[in-house]
């Protein structure tokens, strides 16, 4: 899927300052390209430009205008697949390592906020609210077998007191995570851009690669405007909008679309006091998951729903406003101010897909919801390869990740299905 650019009636377009880049013409040479100018490619670019490489960055839109920027900028706490079944999955070294990488990629996340001075307005906390009883189960399973590793900061909520947070009575209760937390999206990956290109990194928009081959003096790109790039190494990092680049990529990672609308601000006139008193983000335990948080100038924030076509719907507003309702029907006659879709890219497993695909060719990609903590992290992971560090790259790669049922071809049909069947069993 070809990302278009910055979705026109998005809040954080809106509310955030959007330089320009160029774009690449001619023919060029560079020892690493990267393509993808996300948290992914703009993490591993500041890392390599840190260590004076010569990095050369390509985005086919502008940067920050794929999930990056379109996202709930929810922080979550560990790695997708919780810990307890990574064990089961690999081994219980390998789980714990896992589990240590992604509070390494959450302290990194917050080292590069404060070592650049990104204002992305960083908020603490988060709480996962139980729609049907039995989830509490599965929460203090959880909390218990975190708590082994060190992990503290889970504690739980009753109905009372998820209500009394949230605003809302249609939750049984939930858990809080004082590790997790909230952000503005594109703030953060404009921010990361500015401090890849702040150390010399060469970033271009509009600039869509449409292959790339194994040439005699390093790796050949063609872009779609006729400019060409020559490079030693390349990372592959456009995650849900890198269709058609390499089959194998395309075979286990699929792009799908989520949905998110803000509200007008709220106040006591609109009922909109005692909403989320504590500024925590919130998400709760559907397989399709609503999950929302305040704004800093006080309006809801609200993402649910989402398809699985190369289409958006065609009133966002409507198709995430009754998402929201079953949440909040409280807010029928508030006004929505901004709704937008964005792509974003999953595996079979929900696992990360990362490896190297050649020689000096590495990808990372189909974070399933969990990259504002973790891609940012694994693009410096992925630098790390290019630099001949390659341990923690081999590590992620031994994470389950399938081909989807049909591989390229029939993958579409066969993940419409078992999504609806999961969908299906929310409204149970």
């Known amino acids: 899927m070809k990302n278009t650019g910055h979705p026109e009636n998005s809040w954080y377009v809106a509310t955030a300052d959007i330089p320009a880049y160029p774009a690449l013409t001619g023919a060029h040479h560079t020892d690493v390209c990267i393509i993808g100018g996300g948290y992914t490619g703009l993490g591993a670019a500041i890392e390599l430009s840190r260590q004076g490489i010569d990095v050369t960055l390509l985005d086919s839109a502008q940067i920050g205008s794929g999930a990056s920027g379109r996202n709930g900028g929810q922080i979550h706490t560990g790695q997708r697949i919780d810990p307890e079944k990574m064990e089961s999955l690999l081994s219980a070294d390998q789980a714990r390592q896992l589990w240590d990488m992604s509070e390494d990629a959450k302290a990194s996340l917050y080292d590069l906020i404060n070592t650049h001075a990104i204002d992305c307005d960083l908020k603490h906390g988060l709480i996962h609210a139980w729609h049907r009883p039995a989830f509490a189960q599965d929460d203090r399973d959880y909390a218990a077998f975190v708590r082994k590793y060190g992990y503290d900061k889970l504690s739980f909520l009753s109905k009372s007191e998820v209500a009394q947070e949230l605003g809302t009575d249609v939750y049984h209760g939930g858990s809080l995570d004082r590790g997790g937390g909230h952000l503005h999206p594109l703030k953060l990956v404009l921010g990361l851009a500015r401090a890849a290109s702040g150390q010399g990194a060469k970033l271009f928009e509009n600039s869509h690669v449409t292959s790339y081959r194994k040439i005699a003096k390093g790796i050949h790109l063609h872009l779609e405007n006729g400019a060409t790039i020559t490079c030693q190494r390349l990372l592959i990092c456009g995650n849900g909008y890198m269709e058609g680049l390499s089959e194998e990529i395309d075979s286990h990672v699929m792009p799908i679309n989520n949905f998110i609308l803000t509200t007008e601000p709220l106040d006591d006139a609109n009922g909109g006091f005692g909403i989320l008193p504590h500024d925590y983000a919130a998400a709760d335990s559907r397989f399709v998951v609503n999950y929302w948080r305040k704004t800093p100038d006080n309006r809801l924030l609200f993402g649910g729903g989402e398809n699985y076509t190369p289409w958006f719907p065609k009133d966002i507003k409507a ?86 049922f049909g591989g390229r071809a029939l993958r579409w049909p066969a993940l419409v299905a078992g999504l609806s069947y999961y969908a299906l069993r929310d409204r149970l």
């Open 319 to 404: 198709f995430v406003r009754n998402n929201m309702l079953k949440v909040y029907p409280q807010f029928a006659d508030v006004k929505i101010s901004h709704a937008w879709g964005g792509t974003l890219a999953i595996t079979m497993s929900r696992a990360p897909f990362v490896r190297s695909l050649a020689p000096n060719v590495w990808t990372a990609a189909g974070y399933s919801g969990q990259g504002v903590v973790l891609a940012p992290y694994f693009g410096k992971l992925l630098a790390r390869a290019v630099t001949g560090d390659a341990r923690d790259i081999e590590l992620l790669s031994h994470l389950p990740t399938p081909a989807f």
